[in-house]
C-alpha cells in the first residue's frame, strides 16, 4: 500500500489506484491515529493525502474502500475498491509502516535534531502498540 519513504515523498497505491503523497501530510501519525479511531470507535477510517496542488480522501468502512481524487482543475473522480475494508487497510498500514519504521521516523528529517527523531520514534512505536491492540480487540 505504501512505499518506501524517500525523502518526504511515498507511493500510495490501493487498488487500481496509485499517487504519489508527500510530506506535508503527517501519514504514520495522521492515518494510524484514523485507523485506531476507527477500529476503537466502529466507524469509517479516513484520511488525506497531500499530492502537491491535488488532493485525494481516503474512507473506508463496511466492505469497501472509496478513494476520492480532486485533480489540478477541481474535478474529482471517485475510485473504489472492492472487498477492502477499514480492518484490512488498517493491517495493510500498520505493515507498511512496521516494514519502514526507521524511515517513517525520519522521513521528514528537515530541520529536526537526533532528540526529535527520538521522540518521534517513541511515539510511532507506542501509536503502532495501540493500533495494534485496537486490531486485535477489534477481530474478536
Not at 108 to 120: G, K, L, N, P, V
Request: proline share 2%.
Amino acid at each position: 500500500m505504501l512505499s518506501k519513504p524517500d525523502i518526504g515523498w511515498t507511493v500510495f497505491s490501493l487498488g487500481d489506484f496509485q499517487a504519489k503523497v508527500s510530506y506535508l501530510v503527517d501519514i504514520p501519525f495522521d492515518w494510524l491515529i484514523s485507523c485506531k479511531d476507527a477500529l476503537k470507535y466502529n466507524i469509517p477510517a479516513s484520511f488525506f493525502l497531500e499530492l502537491e496542488g491535488e488532493s485525494c480522501i481516503v474512507t473506508s468502512y463496511g466492505y469497501d474502500t472509496h478513494i476520492i481524487f480532486r485533480n489540478h482543475d477541481c474535478e474529482y473522480t471517485l475510485t473504489t475498491v472492492h472487498g477492502v475494508d477499514f480492518v484490512q487497510l488498517s493491517r495493510m498500514l500498520l505493515e507498511d509502516i512496521r516494514l519502514y519504521f526507521d524511515d517513517w521516523v525520519t522521513w521528514y528529517d528537515f530541520e529536526q535534531t537526533e532528540s526529535d527523531f527520538a521522540r518521534r520514534r517513541t511515539a510511532l512505536k507506542a501509536l503502532i502498540e495501540e493500533t495494534e491492540a485496537y486490531l486485535e480487540r477489534y477481530k474478536k
